[in-house]
C-alpha cells in the first residue's frame, strides 16, 4: 500500500502510523511529471496497481455570485484537473492489474441536488468529477477496471473542521469497502456503502 502526499516528510509520519506495510511517497496531483515518477516508481516495485484512490482536494467557500474565477481555478486545479492527470499517469499500471479499481473521493455538495448555493469552486468540481468518474466507468465498462465516486460524509479532518461528526475511519469506510469488497458495480456515487443520486 502506497501513501502520498505533496510532503513526503508529512507521507512518511502518516505512512508510519499505519504499519511497516504501508510506504510513502510524495505526489502533486495536478503535476503530471509528479505523477508519472510516482507510477515510474511504483512501475518498478510492484508491476502494477490494484486500486487507486483519488483522495485529495480542496475548498473554495465563495458562492456563484462572487464570480472568483480565480478560486474557482483553483480548486479545479486540484479537484478535477488533479484527479484526471493522475489517473493518465497510474491508467497503464492500473491495466495490468486483473480487476482494476479507481475510487474518486467526491462530496454530496457536488451533487445536482445539493447544488443549494455557497462553495461555488467547491462543489463544480466534484460535480465534474462525478461526471468524469461516469465516464470513464463507460468507457472502461468492457475492460477489468471498475471506477466509482463516493461521499465520505461531514468528518473530523483539517477541511471539515472539529465539529464534524463523524471520525476519520468512519469517512474512509466506504473507501476501503470499495477497495476490498469482492464485487462492486462500476459508475456509481456512494456513500455509507449504499448508492445516493448523482
Ligand atoms: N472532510 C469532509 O467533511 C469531507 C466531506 C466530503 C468530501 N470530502 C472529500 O474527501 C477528500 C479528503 O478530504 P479531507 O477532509 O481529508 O481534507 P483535508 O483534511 O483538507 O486533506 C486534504 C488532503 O489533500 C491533500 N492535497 C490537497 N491538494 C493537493 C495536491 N494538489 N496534491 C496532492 N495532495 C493534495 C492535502 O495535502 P497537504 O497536507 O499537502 O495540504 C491533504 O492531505 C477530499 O477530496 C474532500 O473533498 C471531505
Known amino acids: 500500500m502506497v501513501l502520498t502526499a505533496r510532503n513526503l516528510e508529512k507521507a512518511k509520519l502518516a505512512a508510519a502510523e499505519l504499519g511497516s506495510q504501508v510506504m510513502a511517497a510524495e505526489l502533486e496531483v495536478s503535476d503530471l511529471l509528479s505523477a508519472k515518477a510516482l507510477a515510474h516508481d511504483l512501475e518498478k516495485k510492484f508491476k502494477k496497481v490494484d486500486v487507486l484512490i483519488n ?8 458562492p456563484a ?4 474565477l ?3 481555478k483553483q480548486v479545479f486545479e486540484t479537484n ?3 484527479i484526471i492527470t493522475t489517473t493518465k499517469a497510474l491508467m497503464p499500471l492500473l491495466q495490468k492489474s486483473p480487476e482494476g479499481r479507481i475510487i474518486n473521493l467526491s462530496s454530496g455538495m457536488g ?13 463544480l468540481s466534484k460535480t465534474a468529477l462525478n461526471a468524469f468518474t461516469v465516464l ?4 472502461l465498462a468492457t475492460t477489468g477496471i471498475k471506477v466509482n465516486a463516493m461521499c465520505p460524509g461531514w468528518v473530523k479532518t483539517e477541511m471539515g473542521g472539529a465539529s464534524a461528526p ?5 469517512g474512509a469506510d466506504t473507501a476501503v469497502w470499495l477497495a476490498t469488497e469482492k464485487q462492486i458495480p462500476t459508475g456509481k456515487f456512494f456513500r455509507d456503502r449504499k448508492p445516493i443520486n448523482w
Open 136 to 139: 470513464l466507468a463507460n468507457e
Open 70 to 72: 480565480l478560486e474557482i
Open 80 to 82: 478535477f484537473f488533479g
Open 65 to 68: 455570485t462572487a464570480f472568483d
Open 55 to 62: 483522495n485529495a482536494g480542496i475548498i473554495g467557500n465563495k
Open 166 to 170: 463523524r471520525s476519520v475511519s468512519q
Open 111 to 123: 451533487a445536482w441536488a445539493d447544488l443549494t448555493g455557497g462553495y461555488a469552486g467547491y462543489r
